[in-house]
């Protein structure tokens, strides 16, 4: 009988799990799918470890209201069919935040649970739905050893200088500080950096993370030095419905003069903003890119105008630039947007050839160039296997439960 590895990542609106096999260094996920438009209109998607499609047969129906860990019982009857005879002996979960104490991923112990519950109010979007996913399969297999992995954790490198904000001391003793985010993606890119760079992987790179969320990482010998999210996953970049970096300024003039309440603000911030809110139109850089309407180039213009000071601004943070990494859905696969920021980083020496762009080609950059320019496929999955695996089933196991 084969033991496998579940990997969940939970979200408002998604639900994306892997299954790797338990066997350390088995990097290749035996599926690998997802449920999207949870709460509105749910559609499953699944490939097998050849890439071919799985049909959602085995699946029950899925009740447009339910939630992601609603969709869990159903999941693991769906993975155990397709996968006759394996057991999954664990699970590992994306948990977006760890708040100040966790720089690794940990074994979920009902301690843990109640910790990373006190820091909801810091990720109010996405942490209730992580920590509902690990709940609900705790119910359903309470043997089941599970891993929290942290979305804070690689950026525990930084220095203090770049966690802390100009604000009283006494709030940055309570942990109002930098944390940063995207960091599963950041410890995959991290990892890759010596196949594609060589001795130039320890040097100066920025790693763009384009998705719905979108952050950008300035990374030394593979280690996060500086990054473009803060205390939450609100700030820096201008996301898919995010305002990212804000005036607070504009914050008080809403409480006082909108006489907005805080979850009005909230819902505006987080849900109403970014490409939706300054396109109307839509959240999807490709829906954008398909629409002629003035407000749509604005927006995309917009975009990339705040990616590309984010990422001249963290240069500033490692002394310079060797390389300029584009991934996640817009950073893999749109050429346009890649375009517009490297033309914004010419001054810098940022150089791309057109044909390899348009291709998603892995190196843009001319062969020689001073800074190179990559586009990597993340996958925070992989990343989420290895640390469940070592924790549930490697040396460091018995030490951890
Ligand atoms: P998440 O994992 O947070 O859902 P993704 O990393 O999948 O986000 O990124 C989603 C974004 O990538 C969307 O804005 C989507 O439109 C964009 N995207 C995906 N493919 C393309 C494409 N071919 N051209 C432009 N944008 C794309």
Same mark, same amino acid.
């Given at each position: 009988?084969?033991?496998?590895?579940?990997?969940?990542?939970? #979200?408002?609106?998604?639900?994306?799990?892997?299954?790797?096999?338990?066997?350390?260094?088995?990097?290749?996920?035996?599926?690998?799918?997802?449920?999207?438009?949870? #709460?509105?209109?749910?559609?499953?998607?699944?490939?097998?470890?050849?890439?071919?499609?799985?049909?959602?047969?085995?699946?029950?129906?899925?009740?447009?209201?339910?939630?992601?860990?609603?969709?869990?019982?159903?999941?693991?009857?769906?993975?155990?069919?397709?996968?006759?005879?394996?057991?999954? /002996?664990?699970?590992?979960?994306?948990?977006?935040?760890?708040?100040?104490?966790?720089?690794?991923?940990?074994?979920?112990?009902?301690?843990?649970?109640?910790?990373?519950?006190?820091?909801?109010?810091?990720?109010?979007?996405?942490?209730?739905?992580?920590?509902?996913?690990?709940? /609900?399969?705790?119910?359903?297999? +309470?043997?089941?050893?599970?891993?929290?992995?942290?979305?804070? =954790?690689?950026?525990?490198?930084?220095?203090?200088?770049?966690?802390?904000?100009?604000? +009283?001391?006494?709030?940055?003793?309570?942990?109002?500080?930098?944390?940063?985010?995207?960091?599963?993606?950041?410890?995959?890119?991290?990892?890759?950096?010596?196949?594609?760079?060589?001795?130039?992987?320890?040097?100066?790179?920025?790693?763009?993370?384009?998705?719905?969320?979108?952050?950008? /990482?300035?990374?030394?010998?593979?280690?996060?030095?500086?990054?473009?999210?803060?205390?939450?996953?609100?700030?820096?970049?201008?996301?898919?419905?995010?305002?990212?970096?804000?005036?607070?300024?504009?914050?008080?003039?809403?409480?006082?003069?909108?006489?907005?309440?805080?979850?009005?603000?909230?819902?505006?911030?987080?849900?109403?903003?970014?490409?939706?809110?300054? =396109?109307?139109? =839509?959240?999807?850089?490709?829906?954008?890119?398909?629409?002629?309407? +003035?407000?749509?180039?604005?927006?995309?213009?917009?975009?990339?105008?705040?990616?590309?000071?984010?990422?001249?601004?963290?240069?500033?943070?490692?002394?310079?630039?060797?390389?300029?990494?584009?991934?996640?859905?817009?950073?893999?696969?749109?050429?346009?947007?890649?375009?517009?920021? /490297?033309?914004?980083?010419?001054?810098?020496?940022?150089?791309?050839?057109?044909?390899?762009?348009?291709?998603?080609?892995?190196?843009?950059? +001319?062969?020689?160039?001073?800074?190179?320019?990559?586009?990597?496929?993340?996958?925070?999955?992989?990343?989420?296997?290895?640390?469940?695996?070592?924790?549930?089933?490697?040396?460091?196991?018995?030490?951890?439960?």
């Amino acid at each position: 009988m084969t033991d496998v590895i579940l990997v969940l990542n939970a #979200g408002s609106s998604s639900l994306k799990f892997a299954v790797y096999p338990k066997t350390e260094g088995a990097n290749s996920p035996l599926l690998r799918g997802k449920i999207s438009g949870i #709460g509105t209109k749910p559609v499953f998607s699944a490939r097998d470890a050849a890439g071919l499609e799985l049909l959602q047969h085995g699946f029950a129906p899925i009740d447009p209201k339910t939630t992601a860990d609603g969709l869990i019982p159903n999941l693991l009857d769906w993975v155990q069919a397709h996968l006759s005879g394996a057991t999954i /002996c664990a699970a590992g979960h994306r948990v977006v935040h760890g708040g100040p104490h966790h720089a690794g991923p940990a074994v979920v112990t009902k301690t843990l649970l109640s910790d990373l519950e006190a820091l909801v109010p810091l990720a109010p979007m996405h942490q209730p739905h992580n920590l509902a996913a690990i709940r /609900c399969l705790a119910a359903k297999a +309470p043997d089941m050893p599970q891993v929290a992995c942290f979305d804070t =954790s690689f950026h525990h490198t930084q220095d203090r200088l770049a966690q802390i904000f100009a604000l +009283p001391r006494a709030l940055t003793d309570e942990g109002i500080i930098r944390y940063g985010f995207h960091g599963l993606s950041y410890e995959y890119i991290a990892s890759t950096l010596p196949s594609y760079l060589g001795n130039r992987a320890d040097g100066r790179v920025v790693v763009a993370h384009l998705g719905s969320g979108a952050s950008i /990482c300035a990374m030394q010998n593979q280690r996060s030095v500086a990054t473009s999210m803060g205390l939450t996953v609100l700030d820096g970049l201008m996301m898919g419905r995010r305002c990212g970096t804000l005036d607070p300024g504009v914050v008080l003039y809403l409480m006082e003069e909108k006489h907005m309440s805080a979850q009005q603000i909230k819902t505006l911030l987080y849900r109403q903003s970014g490409l939706l809110g300054v =396109s109307g139109i =839509s959240n999807d850089m490709a829906t954008l890119e398909q629409t002629d309407a +003035p407000e749509a180039k604005q927006a995309i213009d917009l975009f990339c105008y705040r990616a590309a000071r984010e990422v001249a601004s963290l240069a500033v943070t490692i002394g310079g630039l060797d390389a300029l990494i584009f991934t996640a859905g817009i950073g893999e696969n749109s050429a346009t947007v890649r375009a517009d920021i /490297c033309a914004r980083l010419r001054w810098m020496g940022v150089r791309i050839e057109a044909a390899a762009n348009v291709q998603n080609a892995a190196r843009l950059s +001319p062969r020689g160039a001073d800074i190179e320019v990559l586009v990597i496929p993340t996958d925070e999955e992989t990343i989420i296997a290895q640390a469940t695996r070592a924790l549930t089933c490697g040396a460091g196991a018995a030490a951890q439960t």
